[in-house]
């Protein structure tokens, strides 16, 4: 995980989910915006007809983002759709990525913690042994 991370956020996990997470919402409104811009009418607002608000493709991506889609604003083109699919498969990637490195994480330093254990008590018995301690 430290590979992946500004050293702002590396002592954080919470901080580095929330960055990820931020930078790939943002990346995705650019995205829907400048689809929505070269192919006019690649989703469909309701409220607004079909006339491309900001504040509109924003709610999108983070209703999309969240994975709760109420089906207010639906793609209708084939491009839209697969952008959509795109957008909530990296979201699963990057959360259970997440997820991933922190229980690996964790399970590793559980692990060391308890080799260092192992080793420290090895060597207090054959220390023990040497000096001619039953201990």
């Keep these: 995980m430290k590979a992946f991370s500004p050293k ?3 002592k954080d996990p919470i901080k580095i989910l929330i960055f ?3 930078i790939l919402w943002i990346f995705m ?6 689809l929505d811009y070269v192919h006019p009418g ?17 709610y999108f991506s983070l209703i999309t983002h969240t994975t709760v ?12 759709k697969i952008f ?7 979201v699963w990637v ?5 997820v991933w490195l922190s229980v690996h994480e964790s399970v590793t330093e559980i692990t060391n913690q ?8 090895t060597r207090h018995i054959e220390l023990s042994s040497f000096l001619g301690n039953t201990t």
């Design 42 to 58: 690649s989703f469909h607002f309701p409220i607004t007809g079909d006339h491309t608000l900001f504040v509109d493709i924003l």
């Design 8 to 10: 702002f956020l590396r």
């Design 20 to 22: 990820y997470n931020l």
């Design 29 to 34: 409104t650019v995205i829907y915006l400048i």
């Design 69 to 80: 889609g109420y089906g207010d604003i639906v793609p209708t083109t084939k491009l839209a």
């Design 84 to 90: 959509v699919c795109i957008h909530v498969f990296s």
């Design 94 to 98: 990057v959360n259970l990525g997440f």
């Design 114 to 121: 308890a080799v260092t254990r192992a080793i420290n008590e």
